[in-house]
């Protein structure tokens, strides 16, 4: 029997996940933070006009190995993801208010993330300018209360479960005066204004098990089974649309090894405008993430349940035996 073993993924907004490093307290100039493998993050400022402005952040000796996200998002605490991201999720390379930081990314990544600059013995680092406002209009508010917001890096999608690389420097913002004294002159008439706050929640993914047992096969054949469901849930009212993708491991075993790339799958997915993802075919398959599902802006609110049918080739040279693998769900 061979077992394939399903592990959640952190959740990433804004492309980001968080073991917090030492951290700097706000200053006007030239904060530092130090991560957990010896990494530091440098920002030029940390007290910001919440209108937005750009702040130089450099970084070193960070594993040269490892991509990361760099962007200002909502702290949750130590261990815990800092999201929501101001300014949300790019993929383009075009915003400057969230980088896409690797020396080897996968093949849909060139030209979108940027290169470290090599520092040797495997070790990188970056200087970009980070363009940093208080809120967006998709749900991120740093000026609300108990809220704080950091300039954050984190192992990227590649690397979901990686907290060696999160390090935060807090973030405060600018106040100016306040508003004059609106009078007390009476009046015939009166008005009240009636507010109400509506908050968003989060963007999370949660499986039903943690694992499958396909079925037995031959050598040459193909082991079938059906991967445990995936229930994404959108509760930020940002309609900024989702992507849930997926990796595989090699499946291994004291027989020895069944390369990843021989899993195949076919994705199913329900929910508001969520589309699933193409078909692999075994012998072609996860060499590199593969989509499960996904919902494009203005879709996928709420709660939408994706799927897929597993099919594992197993090559002619396999050795009998049980084998096993991890698959990681990656939601950004």
């Given at each position: 029997m061979r077992t394939l073993k399903l592990r959640r993924a952190a959740v990433v907004v804004a492309g980001m996940a968080v073991a917090l490093g030492s951290l700097a307290g706000p200053a006007l100039a030239d904060v530092s933070a130090t991560g957990p493998q010896g990494q530091t993050l440098t920002a030029a400022k940390a007290e910001i006009d919440p209108a937005g402005e750009s702040v130089r952040v450099t970084g070193t000796g960070y594993d040269i190995g490892k991509g990361i996200y760099l962007a200002l998002c909502v702290s949750n605490g130590a261990g815990q993801v800092a999201t929501p991201c101001v300014g949300g999720i790019d993929m383009t390379g075009q915003s400057h208010s969230m980088f896409w930081i690797s020396s080897n990314p996968p093949p849909y990544g060139v030209g979108i993330a940027k290169p470290y600059t090599d520092e040797g013995n495997g070790k990188g680092g970056f200087d970009l300018t980070l363009d940093v406002k208080a809120s967006d209009d998709q749900g991120a508010d740093c000026t609300a209360a108990g809220v704080q917001c950091v300039i954050y890096t984190r192992a990227d999608h590649t690397r979901g479960?990686?907290?060696?690389?999160?390090?935060?420097?807090?973030?405060?913002?600018?106040?100016?005066?306040?508003?004059?004294?609106?009078?007390?002159?009476?009046?015939?008439?009166?008005?009240?204004?009636?507010?109400?706050?509506?908050?968003?929640?989060?963007?999370?993914?949660?499986?039903?098990?943690?694992?499958?047992?396909?079925?037995?096969?031959?050598?040459?054949?193909?082991?079938?089974?059906?991967?445990?469901?995936?229930?994404?849930?959108?509760?930020?009212?940002?309609?900024?649309?989702w992507s849930l993708v997926g990796q595989v491991s090699d499946f291994t075993g004291d027989a020895g090894t069944i390369p990843a790339a021989q899993l195949g799958w076919a994705p199913t997915a329900t929910g508001d405008g969520v589309t699933a993802g193409g078909t692999v075919q075994p012998g072609t398959g996860f060499g590199t993430a593969a989509a499960l599902c996904s919902a494009p802006t203005g879709k996928g609110a709420g709660a939408s349940d994706c799927g897929a049918a597993l099919n594992l080739g197993i090559p002619g040279g396999a050795k009998p035996g049980g084998y096993s693998a991890t698959l990681t769900l990656t939601l950004s």
């Open positions: 479960g990686d907290r060696t690389q999160d390090v935060q420097i807090p973030v405060t913002w600018k106040t100016g005066g306040g508003d004059p004294d609106p009078g007390t002159d009476p009046v015939a008439s009166a008005d009240q204004t009636l507010s109400v706050d509506v908050t968003g929640g989060a963007l999370s993914l949660s499986v039903a098990g943690d694992g499958v047992a396909l079925s037995a096969a031959t050598v040459g054949g193909t082991a079938t089974g059906q991967m445990n469901a995936a229930k994404v849930t959108d509760q930020r009212g940002s309609s900024a649309g």
